[in-house]
């Protein structure tokens, strides 16, 4: 495919980290959101990490001037019409996910790939909500996306293998690596980081340990960048419950039970670093 034009839907942390890289990588992006206000928060958002990367002297001034003239904010959804691919980065739930894919199915010309990147929901349910499911894909970025180096590809059942062939070359082409993973609920990334995760929260919920000393463990004993309760507010602790509670749906396994402190943790509203208390607390 040349240059195919990438519209990115949703702009928060990990669509405007996609429409980063994908930009970076010299592609046209269009950069669509519900509200004006949420692009625009995703622009700057681009723009200051580009910003600080030149104060570092790892990207040259004209670089970051050339990868933000490439993102294109849209406030209509009607523009998928004139893309090549549509990624889809908004919120973890299937109703939500199926309602843009059926108003995308509908805009966009036949040959346009849509692909998502949810990370635990089935790829072949969301492609069933379109009348194009062999043009249907996950590619599931890692948070923070201008760092982490994989892409989670995921075919559904009906995926094409020129689609396939398309969200690798592309991944490439952003300057990530694929790895092939089959349609099951969390896929390989979520199915071993969650559970983790989760565990780390019991073992808190029981009083094995405090929240620093399980952070600890898991960075000086296991070299973790990062602890797993840490990771888990980065993350949002709302994404985290989420992904378990599809974990838990999906294989109807008690393993994957979340943990009540979780829920709890959710429900008062102590979502991580982006609410400013999580686990931890942030200023
Ligand atoms: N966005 C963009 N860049 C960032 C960033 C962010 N949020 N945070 C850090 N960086 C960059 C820094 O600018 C720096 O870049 P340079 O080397 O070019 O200067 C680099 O990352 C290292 O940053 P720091 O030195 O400040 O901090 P660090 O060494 O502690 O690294 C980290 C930060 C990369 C986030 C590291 O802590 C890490 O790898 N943590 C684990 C992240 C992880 O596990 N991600 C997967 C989450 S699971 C997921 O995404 C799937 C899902 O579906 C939930």
Do not use: W
């Amino acid at each position: 495919m040349s240059d195919p034009v990438i519209m990115i839907v949703g702009a928060g942390q990990m669509g405007n980290g996609i429409a980063q890289v994908a930009a970076a990588a010299g592609f046209q992006v269009l950069l669509h959101d519900v509200s004006p206000e949420l692009i625009e928060q995703g622009v700057n958002a681009i723009s200051s990490r580009l910003s600080r990367s030149v104060e570092k002297s790892k990207l040259a001034a004209q670089e970051k001037t050339e990868t933000i003239s490439r993102i294109h904010a849209v406030s209509s959804l009607e523009h998928a019409a004139g893309a090549d691919v549509v990624i889809e980065a908004i919120t973890e739930n299937m109703e939500v996910k199926a309602s843009l894919l059926r108003k995308l199915d509908v805009i966009c010309p036949a040959h346009v790939i849509f692909a998502s990147n949810t990370s635990a929901l089935p790829i072949t349910e969301l492609a069933a909500a379109t009348g194009r499911p062999s043009k249907v894909i996950g590619m599931h970025f890692m948070n923070p996306v201008p760092v982490m180096p994989l892409v989670e590809i995921i075919r559904g059942l009906e995926t094409s293998q020129q689609v396939y062939d398309t969200a690798e070359e592309l991944t490439r082409k952003m300057g990530k690596t694929p790895v092939e993973v089959n349609d099951f609920p969390g896929f390989v990334s979520n199915r071993i980081l969650m559970p983790m995760i989760n565990e780390a929260v019991y073992a808190v919920y029981e009083g094995v340990a405090s929240v620093e000393s399980v952070d600890r463990v898991m960075k000086l004993g296991m070299h973790h960048p990062m602890g797993p309760l840490e990771l888990a507010d980065f993350i949002g602790l709302d994404t985290c419950l989420s992904i378990m509670e599809i974990l838990y749906e999906g294989f109807k396994d008690p393993k994957y039970r979340p943990c009540p402190l979780l829920r709890k943790y959710v429900k008062a509203g102590r979502l991580g670093k982006k609410s400013g208390r999580g686990f931890h607390h942030y200023a």
